[in-house]
């Protein structure tokens, strides 16, 4: 109680913060880093609709000033950020693959300097895509929605190349596919491996131990199950994953 309420307040001071710089700096060169950081907490006090309507003030201004082009992208990020993907897949989905095709016409005319971050966050926008598309599979069970989320984690390797990261993302989400067509012993041990072989990306290793602890469940493991829980919300506590598992 203690600690959310700490948190609460940090919140409320970094929105106070914000804004103030926001309205006494209404021409600032920083302006669009101010809206930016001002609507990821927005999102933080679970204010998606305020923090969207930041989101695409600071995507206007990138375009107005023609800033860095990754200014705009990281507001397009944000605007699919404001919905969840666990909840509002519906409207996730959506502006997720838009994110993902202005990445690419994005890349094409970016300074060299911003490629590196345009990049991190075009598999940014994946790695939300893949669990969106996930959410909607769980949520209607059916298999055709499970199908195609599993030939959207096969060809990432195709359009975002080889890295270390890349493939993280697909071996997760395409063990959490294999565990939701009832092989769950196997995928199990596809997510086990993949937590091992790729543990410094973080957000795959926290999805990993989310679904490792379904999936050991689903076996009657319930120790088990319950260990990897504890991992993740140890190791991995601010991630959405810890959330989900509350």
Known sequence: GL??????????????????????FPESRLRADGLIGYAKVLLLAEKAGDARKRFEEAGKLADEKKLFVSYGFEALLGIAGSFSVEKNWPLAIPEYESAMQKAGNALRRARDMEKP??????????????????????????QQDFDQARTFFTGLSGSLGDGDRVQALSKVGEA????????????????????????????EVAKALYYMAKAADKLGHTSQSVEFIKELKESYPNSDWARRAD
Not at 117 to 125: G, S
């Open 3 to 24: 600690l959310a309420a700490e948190r609460a307040s940090e919140v409320d001071s970094a929105l106070a913060a914000y804004k103030k710089f926001i309205d006494d």
């Open 117 to 142: 971050i345009l990049e991190r966050m075009r598999l940014q926008a994946a790695s939300r895509l893949g669990d969106a598309m996930i959410a909607k599979a769980e949520s209607s069970g059916r």
């Open 176 to 203: 959490i596919c294999v565990l939701y067509e009832g092989r769950t012993r196997e995928a199990l041990l596809k997510l086990a491996e993949a937590k091992v072989n790729h543990f410094t990306n973080r957000d």
